[in-house]
């Protein structure tokens, strides 16, 4: 079991408040990230619930137990680091195999649990290996091995492909989804990279100066984000902005289109745009265009459209799709 909540949990740094005051739930098996930009408490939460930080208010209950005041060694948590923090001078099983040996545990039941965590992330052919003689993703993976070892209630990962190229970054996230599948044992994630969120989260909680401004699936903040700034967030590239006349006539104070909900055309269309920047990227061509009488907007096409700086195009909104917000910025239906 890895149910986890927060009952009104804040976290105070002399005058600051850091977290004002915060109420989830997460479930029991859930892969939930925690999403925001840098200094919007997302990292300061995962400490609080690893027991890393004291809370200045509020319960943290796991499985229904209250834990707010247990160390963080009694919470049957495992935390994995942006930094591997492996030992150099081990192996790759000693390394894995390090918090069994402090817990005493007898030695063929390690081997047991090292031999299987190593065949889950495909490190079988290592484990003999030192940390150096290892790429970037095969630390991490290491790292992580060294938590499953643990068989925690849950993981929890303070952005562990920061130190990774954007390849890398990529197969690794794969991976880490795969391993929630294969563990189906509850994951907290923290990022600040909303594509990272998007594409592994089962329950994305978007934080914002301590504050969880929505909490849903992916597909659920992408659709209906409930407020700016949970839609200029969620979103590559992000929604566009429209003030003034045109978000009047939409009866809101400020209008949003995603990218990919504008049709192009050469001819005609709803709004006239010059290309200021043409990003061609394959299977996509983002425009960066300077719209008459709206201003900067970014359209995103298909791969084969081809536009180059100056060029004229035409833009018309799939008002279907056109998200609405008032003066205070949340969103509302027409």
């Known amino acids: 079991m890895g149910s986890i909540t927060l009952r009104q949990v804040s976290k105070v740094f002399g005058e600051a408040k850091v977290i004002p005051s915060i109420d989830l739930e997460i479930n029991d098996g859930e892969f939930v990230v925690f999403v925001g930009p840098s200094g919007c408490g997302k990292s300061t939460l995962l400490r609080l619930i690893a027991g890393l930080e004291d809370v200045s208010g509020g319960q943290i209950l796991i499985d229904g137990k209250d834990v707010t005041q247990a160390a963080p060694a009694q919470r049957g948590l495992a935390m994995v680091f942006q930094s591997y923090a492996l030992y150099p001078h081990m192996s790759v099983r000693k390394n894995i195999a390090f918090p069994l040996k402090m817990a005493k545990m007898d030695q063929a039941a390690i081997d047991r649990k090292v031999e299987a965590a190593a065949k889950v992330l495909n490190l079988t052919d290592y484990l003999e290996r030192r940390p150096s003689q290892l790429s ?48 189906k ?72 289109i995603r990218p990919e909900h504008l049709l192009l055309s050469r001819d005609n269309g709803t709004w006239r745009g010059t290309v200021k920047v043409a990003e061609h990227l394959g299977a996509d061509t983002f425009l960066h265009l300077d719209v008459d009488g709206i201003g900067q907007v970014t359209a995103r096409c298909d791969g084969e459209f081809r536009a180059h700086h100056g060029d004229v195009v035409y833009l018309t909104p799939d008002e279907s799709k056109l998200h609405r917000f008032d003066d205070k910025g949340m969103a509302f239906q027409a």
């Open 185 to 256: 044992t509850t994951m907290i994630y923290v990022t600040h990279d909303q594509v990272e969120a998007m594409t592994m989260a089962d329950k994305i909680v978007v934080l914002n100066r301590g504050n969880i401004e929505q909490v849903g699936s992916p597909l659920e903040l992408y659709k209906t984000p409930r407020n700016l700034f949970v839609a200029g967030f969620i979103g590559s590239p992000r929604m566009n902005f429209i003030d003034g006349a045109y978000a009047q006539s939409k009866n809101a104070k400020t209008a949003g």
């Open 136 to 183: 970037g993703g095969q630390r991490q993976r290491v790292a992580i091995g060294r938590a499953i070892v643990r068989e925690p209630s849950a993981f929890l990962f303070d952005e562990p492909l920061s130190n990774l190229d954007a390849a890398l970054r990529g197969t690794m996230r794969l991976e880490i989804s795969d391993l929630h599948h294969q563990l």
